[in-house]
């Protein structure tokens, strides 16, 4: 069974700290990982995948199958990056997406 | 200029009395999905379409239907709301392919009285 799990419920820091929000999965072959946002009010949309390899607002995450991760990184917090992030896990064999639990992050001024 | 969109963005239904969801997508995507969200808790996958086949998620209650009367419309259908069907109800649409991204819509939230 695949399965996402993200440990914190909620990550607060400071404006321009670095942040790193944590992202582990089971799956028994090679999945394809996803991060979405949801900012307050707002639908839920995709931020990024790591087939992309791709840095959007300037957050990136990088694949370790060695640790089974998918952290998501940004080297500076901006307030508008305030919102509840999901990891996200498909399986090659299909378009199911099972989510994590999701972690709010929010960023103080 | 959105792409997934649902009707409406609020609705309220009494316990028992069915109620329907709707969907519409301008994406020409072959996948339709239905997702539940509860308050502070990741969206749950109830079932989806890919083209006219139906998919039902194991542990979705036999309450909750589902219709895709053509690729742009899909509905929601819950025959009995109880009160714990109260719930933010996200349809979602993607291309065939398991590295395809789901575009979402801005969901409707479902109060039960």
């Known amino acids: 069974a695949q399965r996402v799990t993200q440990p914190e419920k909620l990550l607060s820091v400071f404006k321009g700290a670095p942040v790193e929000l944590k992202c582990n999965y089971s799956y028994s072959g090679s999945p394809e990982l996803f991060w979405y946002v949801q900012y307050s009010r707002q639908r839920l949309q995709l931020l990024l995948r790591h087939i992309s390899r791709e840095s959007i607002k300037g957050f990136t995450a990088d694949l370790n199958k060695g640790e089974t991760s998918f952290h998501l990184k940004k080297p500076f917090a901006q307030e508008e990056d305030s919102a509840m992030y999901y990891c996200?896990?498909?399986?090659?064999?299909?378009?199911?997406?099972?989510f994590g639990g999701g972690t709010r992050l929010m960023v103080k001024p | 200029d959105a792409m997934v969109i649902q009707n409406p963005r609020y609705q309220v239904t009494q316990f028992g009395k069915p109620v329907t969801l709707s969907c519409s997508q301008t994406?020409?995507?072959?996948?339709m999905y239905w997702y539940q969200q509860k308050s502070s808790q990741a969206p749950k996958l109830l079932f989806h379409?890919?083209?006219?086949?139906?998919?039902n998620e194991a542990d979705t209650p036999d309450n909750f239907q589902s219709r895709r009367p053509n690729t742009s419309f899909c509905f929601l259908d819950i025959r009995s709301p109880g009160l714990g069907d109260a719930a933010m109800y996200l349809c979602?649409?993607?291309?065939?392919?398991?590295?395809?991204?789901?575009?979402f819509g801005d969901g409707t939230r479902l109060s039960i009285l």
């Open positions: 996200a896990l498909i399986s090659r064999a299909g378009n199911m997406l099972t």
């Open positions: 979602a649409t993607s291309r065939a392919g398991s590295n395809q991204p789901q575009h």
């Open positions: 379409y890919y083209d006219k086949d139906f998919n």
């Open positions: 994406l020409n995507h072959n996948v």
